[in-house]
Each structure stands twice: as C-alpha cells, then as structure tokens.
C-alpha cells in the first residue's frame, strides 16, 4: 500500500510510503487528510476530506475489485427500509451460506469500534432506564450472534444490574408498564449466553471452562445472586430464575432453591388428565401430540417468566400433554422441565424426549467416543434432574463418519437412556442402525401435508420394523391455518414473519406455489367444517392417520401464548375417504415427488 498527497500520474510525489502487513481478511483503519490518495492492488482510492477508509487484507483468489461497494448498491442500501434490508439480508444469506462468516465478522468490528464505546457513553450522559436497557440488550444479542458470547457478559451484569434498580419502588420515578417483560427478554438471553459459551467448550471437546472464561460466567453468576438478594429483601419477584439456573448449571454449583411446589400448588395440578389418544412404546401409553420446546432455543419467538411457563406446563398436563420435546441445545428447555418433574407431586406423570446432537465429526477412537457419549447422558441427566432418560434421540450431522453406529450402540447399553430414538435419519441409516442390533424406536423427521417425503422411503422401513415417527413441520409454521385462507403471499419484509415462516415459505414454493397452496386450504376448510374443526386440525390429522406415525410434534411458546385446546381438537377422530380423496386430487398437482428428489430423503435438508 502506498500513500502519496496525489496520483502518479500527476504532479510531484511526496516520498511517503507505508507498507502495512495485514493477516487475510482483517483489515487496518486509515484516517485521511485532504487530497490523500491510497493505492491498493493497483487501485486508486480518493479519500474525500475528513473521511477515513478501512483497506482489507484480501483472501486468497479474493479480487481486489470486491473490497469496494458499487456506489448504485450503496444507494440501494442507504435507501431501503430497515425491515425490507434485514429481509434481503436474511435471503442473501440462504442462498450464499458461505457469507455469513464475513457479516460476522464485520459485526464483530463494528460492535468493538462503535457499539460498546457508544453504549458506554450512552450511560454516562443519559443514565439508566428500560430504554437505555432494550438498546444495551440489543447490542448483546448482536454479541451473542457473532460469536462475541463471553464478551457480552460484562455488559450483561450492567443490564442485571440496573434491571433490578428499575424495579426498586421511587417515590420521585414511575414504574414502567414494559419493566416485566424487558427482564423476563434479559432472562432468556442470559440462557442463550450461557448456551453458546456451553457449545463452545462441545466444540474444543472441552468439558471445563477455561479460567478466563469461567471468571466472566462466575462474575454474572454472583451478580445475579445479588439480584435475588435486592428483590427478595424488597418482597419482589425475582425476575432471572432461568439465568440463575443456567449459570448454576455451567458452573456446576449447586443449584438455586425455589419454591415450585407451592407454584404449582397455587395452581392446584392435580392427578393428570389421561390423552386423548395414545400410541404405545415400549410398553408406555403416549400422547399423540407432543409439546415441542425449541422456541426456547431463541429469543425471536419472545420469553417469559419461569412462573408462567411452570403454569403452562402444568395446563398441559391437565390436559392430557404430558409428553415435551427439546434438546441439548434448545436453551434452557430441559433445565426449566426438570425442575418442573422434579416438583411435580405425580411421579411418572410427564415424558421427556430430548436429543443427543453432533454437529462436528467425532474422529477419536472407540473409548473416547464411548467418554464423550456417557458424559452427554450424563448432562442429560443432570439437567432434567433425573437418573433415567424417558427418550434420547440422537442427531447425527456426518454420515460419513461411522461411529455413529458405535455410539448407538454405546447409548442402547447405558442403563440411564430407556428408550434410544434417532432425529433427521434417512432411511438408508436407520436401515444400517438397526443392521447393526441396534434398537430404535423412534425417528423425528419432517412430515405434512406439503412435505410429504416420508411416504415415500421410510414410512415403508418403520411400518415394518416397529419404528414410530415423530413429526415437526406438521402446520409449516402455522401457514396451514385457517387465518392464510384467501390471503396474498406473505410479505417476508414484515417483521411479523417468524423464521419458522421464512423457511417454510420456501418449501410452499418449491411444492408447488401459492394458487395451489390455497386450493388446498379451501379443501381443508371444506373438510374441518365436517368434523367441526380447524384447518390445522385437518392437517394434523392427515399425518396422524399413517400407521407409522406415533405422534406429531406442536410448537409451544411456553409462557406466551396457549393453543392447548386448538391442539386437542386433532385427536379422537379421523378422515373419511372422502376426505382423503378430495386432498390427494390437490396433492396430485404438486410437486411431491420433485421435493423427495431435490431435497434427498427425511433429513436430508439439513445436510
């Protein structure tokens, strides 16, 4: 890189010249002064008066063309509403995956050179109040996407902080209405945190915390128990039991006492209703619609306190749900129904299928994969506060690393997993699982009315083979509904849009459209109105009439919204031939059997 006061080409040349090294893909900040020029690859670059640049390092093949934006893109971006760029943002990223390390990267740089500095002067110049704490909270979770989790925890104990003053009675201030859910937000990001920096140690194969990093989560953990302290001396309610509980959890100290059982008692549970309708395995009677938890896993679909999840829990139970699905990574999901079961006076009411998930492949040998397989179940355990696992499904992102098969059969062995289930299995290895002596009971895969691949492989395989679906995607994020029926296309640039939606937006495209989507839609509602039911009912009940599917899983936003009754409406009942008939003549015109071919068989999507 060279620095002269004007182009080579034209007039004289100061002798300034700076050579500057640069790792790939970082970049040096570089102020200006009026007329400065900078070659860089044999580009000039004009820096305007009084304005700075950052030059990049390029990556190998990188061409130095694409260090700089085209000004009519600039113009697109400077223009764009904020929720229409974040849509486009989102599209970009699916179709080129491979950017997403840069958008990283660059959120990192800004967050360090602009963020944290100007949230700090915020503070300084305005104080503290709920919106100083949502702007602080965005920064985080801008942290906490990026992979700048630990970092954020300083920033997180000021939030703790001055959440709890904000709550404090001030003869000279008015309580904010937002107070309560603002925390119970703080609540839930701090389980995200403590979920990333968990993930982090998975993926070094670490299972202790380096002492850095366990000072930071040993600090928040402190200053939250001083948060408890604070509300607990004012009569409040403590607004960070799921951060508490996590911090705990990771830390491995022994975990805070609360008072569930009086929650629960105030709710007077009861004995449990029976389903609705079961199917069976391995000799116990289940529900045939599972909870599913992993809207916890994220912020996006919003939290809630601990005491109105505990209450939804213990709806679900009265009426008939008590089997819940989450996972190791579903944040605080098994956390929060542990401890839940744990207070629960009805022993064996609730059924807990979580899963076993490895993302990385696992290139050890035998006894470390059988080390790494027990202390998951051991965590497993630890954090449902049980000594057995009712349902451990095990996702597996690598099929070309065959040690799954060994820890298969390291899971089938341990005495705390009851019963072993698989998650995102194509046939073929569910078909080399079971080769290999290895008993599998259940496989969660995706399965509706417009993703219908698993009638086509594998429902064939668990039908003989005694192997129960589990299905998610039933209601393609909540498009098989009554409320879409004669609506337009969704418009993906409303903040509204779930990602659930984005994405199977997507799969209604590739199956066959929207037209076609709303014929079926006004088929379903011809049907639901026979049996005095919803679209989403009908939907559901398609899936459940094959006999290969034990159950289907619901999303639950558990503390938020309820849709307990509109969930039992599915069970009880099934479809006429005639019901049947009039979707297959829809089902007919779609593009199925392209899907099966596109996107591979169950799973197959997701690698």
């Known amino acids: 890189?060279?620095?002269?006061?004007?182009?080579?080409?034209?007039?004289?040349?100061?002798?300034?010249?700076?050579?500057?090294?640069?790792?790939?893909?970082?970049?040096?900040?570089?102020?200006?002064?009026?007329?400065d020029y900078f070659t860089l690859k044999g580009e000039m670059l004009h820096l305007p008066p009084g304005q700075g640049i950052s030059i990049y390092s390029l990556y190998d093949g990188q061409s130095a063309k694409t260090a700089h934006v085209n000004m009519m893109t600039d113009t697109i971006i400077a223009n764009l509403p904020t929720e229409n760029l974040r849509a486009i943002t989102r599209s970009l990223l699916a179709a080129h995956p491979d950017i997403s390390a840069t958008l990283e990267a660059e959120t990192r740089d800004y967050i360090q050179e602009v963020a944290l500095p100007a949230a700090r002067t915020q503070r300084s110049a305005k104080g503290t109040d709920v919106a100083w704490l949502k702007e602080t909270q965005t920064t985080i979770q801008c942290m906490l996407g990026c992979g700048l989790s630990s970092q954020s925890i300083p920033l997180m104990e000021e939030v703790v902080a001055e959440g709890v003053r904000l709550l404090l009675p001030d003869p000279d201030t008015t309580r904010e209405d937002t107070i309560d859910d603002a925390l119970a937000s703080v609540d839930g990001d701090i389980v995200q945190i403590m979920t990333a920096v968990e993930k982090t140690l998975l993926a070094a194969s670490r299972t202790v915390l380096p002492d850095e990093e366990r000072q930071l989560v040993t600090s928040l953990h402190q200053c939250?128990?001083?948060?408890?302290?604070?509300?607990?001396?004012?009569?409040?309610?403590?607004?960070?039991?799921?951060?508490?509980?996590?911090?705990?959890?990771?830390?491995?100290?022994?975990?805070?006492?609360?008072?569930?059982?009086?929650?629960?008692?105030?709710?007077?549970?009861?004995?449990?209703?029976?389903?609705?309708?079961?199917?069976?395995?391995?000799?116990?009677?289940?529900?045939?619609?599972?909870?599913?938890?992993?809207?916890?896993?994220?912020?996006?679909?919003?939290?809630?306190?601990?005491?109105?999840?505990?209450?939804?829990?213990?709806?679900?139970?009265?009426a008939g749900m008590a089997a819940?699905?989450?996972?190791?990574?579903?944040?605080?999901?098994?956390?929060?129904?542990?401890?839940?079961?744990?207070?629960?006076?009805v022993k064996d009411a609730t059924f807990a299928a979580t899963k076993y998930c490895v993302f990385s492949p696992m290139k050890v040998t035998r006894a470390a994969v059988q080390a790494a397989v027990q202390a998951n179940v051991a965590e497993r355990c630890r954090r449902l506060q049980t000594d057995k696992i009712?349902?451990?499904?095990?996702?597996?992102?690598?099929?070309?690393?065959?040690?799954?098969?060994?820890?298969?059969?390291?899971?089938?062995?341990?005495?705390?997993?009851?019963?072993?289930?698989?998650?995102?299995?194509?046939?073929?290895?569910?078909?080399?699982?079971?080769?290999?002596?290895?008993?599998?009971?259940?496989?969660?895969?995706?399965f509706s009315l417009i993703d219908s691949r698993p009638t086509v492989r594998m429902g064939k395989t668990c039908e003989a083979n005694n192997v129960k679906l589990l299905t998610y995607?039933?209601?393609?994020?909540?498009?098989?509904?009554?409320?879409?029926?004669?609506?337009?296309?969704?418009?993906?640039?409303d903040a509204a849009v779930t990602p659930s939606q984005r994405k199977y937006y997507a799969v209604i495209r590739s199956w066959g459209g929207w037209e076609l989507f709303q014929e079926l839609l006004r088929v379903l509602e011809a049907v639901a109105s026979r049996h005095g039911v919803g679209v989403s009912n009908v939907a559901t009940r398609w899936v459940l009439d094959f006999p290969?599917?034990?159950?289907?899983?619901?999303?639950?936003?558990?503390?938020?919204?309820?849709?307990?009754?509109?969930?039992?409406?599915?069970?009880?009942?099934?479809?006429?031939?005639?019901?049947?008939?009039?979707?297959?003549?829809?089902?007919?015109k779609s593009r199925r059997l392209e899907m099966f071919e596109a996107m591979g068989d169950c799973g197959g999507e997701y690698r």
């Not at 679909?301 to 709806?315: N, Y």
């Not at 699905?325 to 744990?342: L, P, Q, T, V, W």
């Not at 849709?563 to 003549?585: F, K, M």
């Open 473 to 493: 995607g039933t209601l393609c994020g909540g498009f098989l509904a009554d409320k879409w029926l004669g609506k337009g296309q969704p418009d993906l640039y």
């Open 324 to 345: 819940f699905d989450m996972a190791d990574h579903y944040g605080d999901a098994e956390i929060i129904f542990g401890r839940f079961r744990s207070a629960y006076p």
């Open 224 to 318: 939250l128990v001083d948060a408890r302290a604070v509300t607990d001396e004012n009569a409040l309610e403590y607004p960070y039991v799921r951060a508490l509980y996590s911090t705990s959890m990771l830390l491995g100290v022994p975990l805070p006492t609360f008072d569930t059982a009086a929650e629960l008692g105030n709710l007077a549970p009861g004995v449990p209703t029976e389903a609705k309708e079961t199917f069976e395995m391995n000799g116990r009677k289940l529900p045939r619609v599972f909870s599913g938890l992993w809207q916890m896993s994220s912020p996006a679909w919003g939290s809630a306190p601990t005491s109105k999840i505990i209450a939804q829990f213990s709806k679900h139970l009265q």
């Open 390 to 446: 009712d349902l451990l499904q095990v996702h597996w992102q690598f099929y070309d690393d065959p040690q799954y098969l060994e820890a298969l059969r390291f899971l089938e062995q341990d005495p705390r997993v009851a019963n072993l289930g698989l998650c995102n299995f194509d046939t073929e290895h569910l078909e080399a699982a079971m080769a290999h002596g290895v008993k599998v009971h259940t496989n969660q895969v995706q």
């Open 548 to 588: 290969y599917v034990g159950a289907v899983i619901v999303g639950a936003r558990m503390g938020i919204s309820d849709h307990t009754d509109e969930n039992l409406a599915s069970l009880g009942w099934s479809l006429e031939e005639r019901d049947r008939d009039a979707i297959e003549e829809v089902l007919k």
């Open 1 to 35: 890189m060279t620095s002269n006061s004007t182009p080579e080409d034209a007039f004289e040349l100061y002798d300034l010249r700076v050579e500057v090294v640069c790792p790939p893909g970082k970049r040096i900040m570089c102020g200006a002064k009026e007329g």
